[in-house]
């Protein structure tokens, strides 16, 4: 089926209180192996690239890739600009055909995030596109992207204020999660997330969800998270599925066979976050 946007998908997830799984991909199999793995359990998906990644091929490589993925599945499929960088890029990726777009202004001040995410969410919402924003930062440092130190986490009349005057469809906040391979169990604050869940009406997204426990997760989703972002943890998959068959046979040169495993290793780490978000049948 065609490409579609994450606002109607989100609005589900919020009323029927799960979320969907929202997957960073970085090379054709991993594209495969999310798609895949949605369409097995039949549960709509969010695909993401971010701005490393599209620097490394290019926003019409990626689009390309998800779209033949996506027309050839009976599920909902979004392609989504994750941590986009700048309304430059955040136009760039909606002429490409992005479904979703996300403008990270969390490194702004208060006043140029609120500036910077209107001027998007003015320019996607006219192609009905879907508009992600950050306030607060999630903290730490992967593919470029780096959340210093001492980032401080969503305030939740902020979060309000913030919400009204950009008109964003889904707001990405800051409750203890970070980017990249964590040294220690989060400590993820679930009170604070269930404070901007009274604040705010629109769905809300965690990122940096790599490498947090399950029954965290879950109740973060039970306290109104309707997105949930994982990027290392494909990485390492399709790392671990390369690495295994060039262990096993060091002499293979065929790219298609060890990329198969890890194709492999990304599809069934996809599937165990899909049934973690609750979206099993819901597409």
Same mark, same amino acid.
């Given at each position: ?182 040294? &220690?169990?989060?400590? =993820?604050?679930?009170?604070?997330? *269930?404070? @901007?869940?009274?604040?705010? #009406? +629109? ?58 495993? &890890?194709?492999?290793? =990304?599809?069934?780490?996809?599937? *165990?976050? @899909?049934?973690?978000?609750? #979206? +099993?049948?819901?597409?």
């Amino acid at each position: 089926m065609p490409l579609v946007t994450t606002k109607k998908l989100l609005l589900d997830a919020q009323a029927g209180g799960y979320a969907i799984g929202a997957f960073n991909v970085e090379n054709m199999e991993m594209v495969q192996a999310v798609v895949a793995a949605a369409q097995e359990l039949n549960s709509p998906v969010i695909l993401q690239t971010t701005p490393s990644t599209v620097k490394y091929a290019s926003l019409d490589y990626f689009y390309a890739n998800v779209k033949t993925a996506a027309e050839n599945a009976t599920v909902p499929v979004v392609l989504h600009l994750d941590h986009g960088s700048s309304f430059d890029l955040a136009m760039r990726a909606l002429r490409s055909g992005y479904t979703s777009i996300m403008i990270d202004g969390s490194h702004l001040d208060f006043e140029e995030n609120i500036k910077v995410t209107k001027a998007v969410v003015d320019a996607c919402h006219p192609s009905n596109v879907s508009v992600e924003a950050e306030l607060g930062k999630v903290g730490g440092k992967e593919d470029g992207l780096d959340g210093g130190e001492g980032n401080p986490n969503t305030d939740p009349k902020e979060a309000a204020l913030f919400v009204e005057k950009t008109g964003v469809d889904s707001l990405a906040i800051a409750i203890g999660t970070a980017h990249g391979v964590y040294k &220690g169990e989060p400590n =993820v604050d679930i009170k604070r997330l *269930s404070e @901007i869940k009274e604040a705010v #009406s +629109v769905p809300l997204v965690l990122h940096g969800t790599s490498g947090v426990p399950d029954a965290t997760v879950k109740e973060c989703i039970a306290r109104g998270i309707c997105k949930v972002n994982y990027a290392t943890d494909l990485r390492i998959a399709f790392s671990k599925g390369v690495n295994d068959v060039l262990h096993d046979s060091p002499d293979t040169i065929d790219p298609k066979k060890y990329n198969a495993q &890890g194709r492999e290793e =990304v599809k069934k780490y996809v599937m *165990s976050k @899909i049934q973690v978000c609750g #979206s +099993v049948n819901k597409a």
